[in-house]
C-alpha cells in the first residue's frame, strides 16, 4: 500500500502539477539564505525543517519560511534533525565547506536525497567519501557550481562545438578580482557563547564567520571563488588538467591564513596539441570582474554569471557567418565583438534555432533557481544532474591541489586516475 507521500505524488502527477517535495536545509546563513529564496519560487517545494547551530541564522530562516506559510521545525544539531525528520525526500547544505562531507554523507546515508553547496569539500579525502556515499546509498548528490544549469553557459558551449565558431581552441583565461573588504562582523549581542562555538569546532567568533580565510575550514579565495570558474575550463574544455603552476601568497591581508592572491597556469594535454591557460583571484581589486575566456582559431568568446559581459569576438580571416552582421555589436571593445545573447542564432546556417527560444526563457531566472530546479527534477523525475558528484570532484582535484602548488613552487603533474573516483 502507497504511503501518504507517495499518495500526495500520485495524485500530483495525475493533476500535472509537479509533485511536492519535503526539503530541509542545514546552514541558513547568506548563501543557505540566498537558496532558500530561490526554492520558493519553485512550485512544490516544502520545507518541513531548518537546521542552523547559530540562533541568528535559525531566526532568519524559520521567520521567512513562516511568512512565505511553511512553518517549520528548527534545529540546532543536524543529527536531531535527521532523527526526527523521517518524511524528508530531500535536503540542503550550505554549511561553511569543511562540514559538507559530515553533513552531505550522514543524510544521504539517511536516505535523504542531497543539493550541497560548492566547494564539495577543503580535503579531497572528504570529497570522495561524498562521491562514494552517493553512490553506495543510490541518492542523488547535486554540487553547488550552478553555472552547471545556466542556459547562457549552454548557449556559449553549443557554437563552439556544433558550429566550431572558435576554430581550434589553443588558450583560455579566467579571473575574480574583487575590492578590498573587511573581515565579516555579527550584530552585537548575538554571539555564539565560547561552548557552542568549541562544540561546534571553532575557536572564537571571528573565525565562525570569517571560515573563508582559515585553512581548517576552507581551500581559501582560489576555492571558493576559482571553483565555479576552474570548473568551467575543464568543461568546455571536455578534459581535465594535465598539469599545474601557481604563485600566490597572504601580501595584503597580513592577519588570514589564506593566500589572498592566487595566479595559476593551466596546461591541458589534449590529442592534437597543449591548450594553455591563466587563472587569477584577487581580493585588492575588482579590475576586470569576473568572466572566463575562451581563444581560438577563429575568435574568442567571453562566458561569465554576468551575462552583460558574455561576447564573442571574430577573427578577421575567419570566415563570416550570417548571424555577425545581425547581432548586437558592443561599441568600444575589440573589432567585431558581439554580445553573447541567447536567441541571437549563433548557429552556422544563420537560421533561428528552436532550442535557443527555451533557453532564453529559462535564462531569466537567477542561477541558483536553475541549479536547484535542476536538482528537483532529477528527484522527481530522474533526469539527469547537471553536477554530480563525480563532476564536483573532478574540479575539487584540479582546485585544491594549486594550494599545494602554491605551497611548493613545484610544477604539479596530474595523472588521468586521479579525477576518479
Ligand atoms: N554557489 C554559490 O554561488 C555560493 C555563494 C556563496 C557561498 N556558497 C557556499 O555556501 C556555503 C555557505 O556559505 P555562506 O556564505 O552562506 O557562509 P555563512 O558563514 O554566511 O553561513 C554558514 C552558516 O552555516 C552555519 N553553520 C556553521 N557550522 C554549522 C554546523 N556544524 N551545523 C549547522 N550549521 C552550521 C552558520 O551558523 C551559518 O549560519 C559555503 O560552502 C560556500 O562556499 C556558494
Redesign the pocket.
Known amino acids: 500500500m502507497l504511503g501518504p507521500a507517495a499518495l500526495g505524488q500520485q495524485a500530483a502527477a495525475q493533476a500535472g502539477k509537479p509533485a511536492d517535495l519535503n526539503v530541509a536545509i542545514?546552514?541558513?546563513?547568506?548563501?543557505?539564505?540566498?537558496l532558500l529564496n530561490n526554492c520558493l519560487k519553485i512550485p512544490g517545494i516544502r520545507f518541513k525543517a531548518v537546521?542552523?547551530?547559530?540562533p541568528?541564522?535559525q531566526t532568519y530562516a524559520g521567520n521567512l519560511l513562516k511568512k512565505y506559510g511553511q512553518p517549520v521545525n528548527v534545529y540546532?544539531?543536524?543529527q536531531d534533525l535527521l532523527a526526527k525528520e523521517k518524511d524528508l525526500d530531500a535536503v540542503i547544505v550550505?554549511?561553511?565547506?569543511w562540514?559538507?562531507a559530515?553533513?552531505a554523507v550522514a543524510c544521504l546515508k539517511a536516505g535523504k536525497h542531497v543539493y550541497c553547496?560548492?566547494?564539495m569539500s577543503n580535503s579531497l579525502d572528504q570529497a570522495k567519501q561524498m562521491v562514494l556515499a552517493a553512490r553506495q546509498s543510490g541518492k542523488l548528490l547535486q554540487i553547488?557550481?550552478?553555472r552547471r544549469s545556466n542556459p547562457l553557459y549552454e548557449h556559449a558551449l553549443n557554437p563552439i562545438y556544433k558550429d566550431k565558431v572558435l576554430g581550434d581552441i589553443t588558450n583560455f583565461q579566467g579571473q575574480w578580482n574583487r575590492p578590498v573588504s573587511d573581515s565579516?562582523g555579527w550584530p552585537k549581542g548575538r554571539e555564539?557563547d565560547a561552548a557552542t562555538l568549541t562544540k561546534?569546532?571553532?575557536d572564537t567568533m571571528e573565525a565562525?564567520?570569517n571560515?573563508?580565510w582559515y585553512k581548517k575550514f576552507?581551500g581559501g579565495p582560489i576555492?571558493?571563488l576559482g571553483s565555479?570558474q576552474i570548473d568551467i575550463f575543464s568543461w568546455f574544455l571536455k578534459a581535465t588538467p594535465t598539469a599545474i603552476q601557481a604563485t600566490g601568497g597572504h601580501d595584503f591581508y597580513k592577519n588570514r591564513e589564506w593566500y589572498d592572491n592566487v595566479m595559476t597556469l593551466f596546461e591541458y594535454g589534449m590529442p592534437s596539441r597543449t591548450v594553455r591557460g591563466f587563472y587569477e583571484v584577487l581580493n585588492t581589486s575588482s579590475y576586470g570582474g569576473f568572466y572566463e575566456a575562451f581563444l581560438g582559431t577563429e575568435g574568442s568568446l567571453v562566458v561569465s554569471e554576468d551575462s552583460k559581459r558574455s561576447l564573442f569576438m571574430r577573427e578577421d580571416q575567419a570566415p563570416r557567418r550570417e548571424w555577425e552582421d545581425q547581432s548586437e555589436k558592443i561599441k568600444n571593445l575589440d573589432k567585431d565583438t558581439i554580445s553573447l545573447k541567447i536567441g541571437e542564432t549563433l548557429t552556422a546556417d544563420g537560421k533561428k534555432d528552436p532550442q535557443a527560444q527555451k533557453l532564453l526563457a529559462e535564462s531569466k531566472k537567477p542561477?541558483?533557481q536553475l541549479?536547484l530546479e535542476n536538482f528537483f527534477n532529477a528527484v522527481r523525475n530522474g533526469t539527469p544532474l547537471s553536477c554530480p558528484p563525480e563532476v564536483g570532484y573532478e574540479t575539487a582535484v584540479a582546485v585544491l591541489r594549486i594550494n599545494e602548488a602554491v605551497a611548493s613552487g613545484q610544477k604539479v603533474q596530474f595523472k588521468p586516475e586521479e579525477f576518479k573516483v
Open positions: 542545514i546552514g541558513t546563513g547568506s548563501q543557505g539564505m540566498n537546521c542552523d547551530i547559530w541568528y541564522s540546532t544539531d543536524y550550505a554549511t561553511p565547506d562540514m559538507h559530515e553533513h553547496e560548492k566547494e553547488g557550481h550552478q565579516l555564539l561546534y569546532g571553532y565562525f564567520r571560515w573563508r576552507s576555492s571558493d565555479h542561477p541558483h541549479h
